[in-house]
């Protein structure tokens, strides 16, 4: 856990860095995050969000930046929609097991 913790600092610096305040995510930041981090992941939230939709939902304040906490709603939205998402995949390949043996 608390490495999966350091990856997620080390990740948000790596963009925040880039430009402006470097302990923010502008827009351009978090989109390259997103692209590059994300990609994956992205495919199992269930409605689709553009970048300037995510971007309003996580900018809590409204300051057009996005700090660490903000970021940190992406990363548990996500990570909740995959756990689901591999539940789905087991109990689908569970029930196709199931059913296979009903087979013979």
Avoid: P
């Avoid at 689901?84 to 087991?90: A, G, I, S």
């Amino acid at each position: 856990m608390e490495k999966a913790m350091d990856v997620i600092i080390d990740v948000f610096h790596q963009f925040s860095r880039r430009e402006g305040d470097r302990d923010t995510l502008t827009k351009k930041e978090l989109k390259m995050m997103i692209e590059k981090q994300l990609a994956n992941y992205l495919k199992h939230v269930k409605n689709k969000a553009s970048i300037d939709q995510i971007m309003k939902d996580l900018d809590v304040n409204k300051d057009a930046q996005i700090s660490f906490g903000e970021m940190m709603l992406l990363v548990t939205r996500v990570t909740c929609a995959t756990h689901e998402h591999l539940h789905e995949v087991e109990d689908h390949q569970h029930q196709h097991h199931h059913q296979h043996q009903h087979h013979h």
